[in-house]
């Protein structure tokens, strides 16, 4: 999360109107709804594991076992087999 100084971006009389509930401190102001964005969108982090895992099946179709596959990606046996029996 950036922040950034309300003096640079907010008009005088806002700003004072803040000033009345906090001072010197930090206010977080959320996106609104039809903003927000799902977990891992902006930094890409949801499709690369969507492709890790597309990999990590495929592999398992053409026989690669469990086993192996959780030492080659590092996760537990149990995470593979979430990712190999998801829905």
Known sequence: MKYINANKILPDA???ELQEYVQA?????????EQHK???ELSGYRKELYERNEIIIKKYKNGVSIEDLAEEYYLSVYAIRKIIYQK
């Open 14 to 16: 806002l700003i004072e």
């Open 38 to 40: 799902s977990w891992g």
């Open 25 to 33: 401190g930090y206010i977080y102001i959320p996106a609104k709804d």
